[in-house]
């Protein structure tokens, strides 16, 4: 563990590039919450934006802080991490992020810094300081969470076609365009709550690893929380459209209804997900239940191929990060 000594420059530029992530984050993953919403024509890409940040932002008074505890403390162990480490795992994380932005896939921010902080910390000390507990909990949700989504997504589905069986196409479409609203700001409400919290961690590794925090503390700095929740506030304000049109309307075509199954589906999962303390991935339990939703018309309403390319995205993303994060660490043990 590094001293009270390190220097103050360093850690103040590493905290900036992790708001830069949480910023990005917020970006990449602004379709996650408001890509049904706009393909629906519930919202105007403007009006969803404003909309879907404003409930990342009030997450802060919902959820408790157990995502950023498994981060910070249940990834690898504390005192392999260093600036360097930080360094490395901010860089594979962002570099992902960006490449996955670029070619509009709808990767996972989550599982990016994560396979970052995992990458630079082998870089450091080998496999030894892995937790694997926390590893394992994270790795076993890409699969939980958008199967779990699309379950929750179908079963919804069944249900309201069920319920609504003998009402009007037109005045069901009516009151679902109404409904989608409350299921897109829970979606954002729960894309807030998990996904702040990862920048969260990452920043109180730092600052106990540099010695600007106390390790016995229950829980960051206060400074810490507002601002990684107002950066991917923000984030999501500038949207990233690319990956807004793969998942509303690539994957599948959906009318209000379909998008409230979807989104609530996706809500419940994330709720779930960060009552565990489990830093989940919000792109692959929305792709889950958009799946789930659409699939429920015909097998044919989902294209296969587009949602079989963003699967091999979810394999890549924490080898690929983590790759990039190792040798990131490298270069930052040359440079400062």
Same mark, same amino acid.
């Given at each position: ?76 162990? /504390? ?16 570099? *992902? ?30 496999? #030894? ?12 949700? +890409? ?10 997504? #179908? ?6 076609? *069920?319920?609504?069986?003998? @009402?009007? /196409? ?39 690893? !540099? ?9 960051? /700095? ?20 690319? +990956? ?5 309307? &690539?994957?599948? &075509?959906? &009318? ?17 997900? @960060? ?25 044919? =309403?989902?294209? *296969?191929?587009?949602?079989? !390319?963003?699967? *091999?995205?979810?394999?890549? @993303? +924490? /080898? =690929? ?16």
């Amino acid at each position: 563990m590094q001293t009270a000594q390190a220097a103050l420059w360093v850690v103040v530029l590493l905290v900036a590039l992790a708001i830069v992530f949480d910023f990005m984050n917020g970006f990449h993953d602004a379709a996650n919450s408001i890509a049904t919403v706009v393909s629906t024509g519930v919202l105007r890409p403007t009006q969803a934006v404003v909309f879907a940040a404003f409930f990342n932002v009030v997450a802060v008074f919902v959820f408790h802080l157990s995502v950023a505890a498994t981060v910070g403390k249940g990834i690898v162990l /504390p005192e392999v991490v260093d600036v360097h480490v930080v360094f490395g795992a901010l860089v594979g994380a962002i570099a *992902w992020n960006l490449i996955t932005w670029y070619y509009g896939i709808p990767s996972s921010s989550s599982h990016a810094l994560i396979g970052g902080i995992v990458g630079a910390a082998m870089a450091k000390a080998g496999p #030894s300081v892995l937790v694997m507990g926390g590893i394992l909990k994270t790795v076993a949700f +890409i699969f939980i969470s958008p199967l779990l989504g699309f379950l929750l997504g #179908s079963m919804m589905m069944v249900a309201v076609a *069920w319920i609504f069986r003998r @009402t009007r /196409p037109s005045k069901v479409d009516r009151w679902f365009r109404r409904l989608q609203l409350v299921s897109a700001g829970a979606y954002s409400l729960g894309h807030g709550g998990n996904d702040a919290q990862k920048t969260i961690g990452l920043i109180w590794m730092l600052l106990i690893a !540099s010695g600007y925090a106390a390790a016995g503390e229950a829980q960051p /700095p206060t400074w810490t929380i507002v601002v990684c929740y107002l950066a991917i506030g923000l984030g999501t304000m500038f949207g990233g459209w690319r +990956i807004v049109k793969t998942m509303g309307q &690539k994957i599948t &075509k959906l &009318k209000p209804v379909g998008g409230f199954c979807a989104e609530t589906g996706g809500a419940l999962t994330l709720f779930f997900a @960060t009552a565990l303390g489990v830093p989940v991935s919000t792109t692959h339990t929305i792709t889950g239940a958009i799946v789930g939703a659409g699939s429920t018309q015909r097998a044919s =309403a989902v294209r *296969w191929g587009v949602a079989g !390319s963003i699967v *091999w995205a979810w394999i890549l @993303t +924490i /080898p =690929a990060s983590a790759l990039v994060a190792a040798v990131a660490y490298w270069i930052s043990t040359v440079l400062f």
